[in-house]
């Protein structure tokens, strides 16, 4: 699915359900292989590292990818291309 825009349209869905529910921050462990590659594109997408989040998130020192957060914008994008109505 790379390179198809499938993970932007998941991140996308993400958003709208956290707009929706009044969320203020979408977080997650990016579980990378090493690469840096997974956590990269996180951060293409809006997302930021969140060290202090790491024992919190289940994941100390990163043994199981690294913690990453990123706020969630309450308004429903004009251009957002999920239409559930």
């Not at 390179?3 to 529910?21: D, F, M, R, W």
Request: hydrophobic share 40%.
């Amino acid at each position: 699915y790379r390179s198809k825009g499938v993970g932007e349209l998941a991140l996308e869905v993400i958003a709208a359900i956290h707009a929706v529910q009044n969320c203020d921050f979408t977080m997650l462990v990016a579980d990378d292989n090493g690469s840096g590659k997974l956590v990269q594109w996180y951060e293409t997408n809006g997302f930021t590292k969140a060290p202090k989040l790491q024992n919190l998130m289940g994941s100390p020192n990163g043994q199981f990818g690294v913690s990453m957060i990123a706020p969630t914008n309450n308004m429903l994008s004009t251009s957002c291309r999920i239409k559930w109505w």
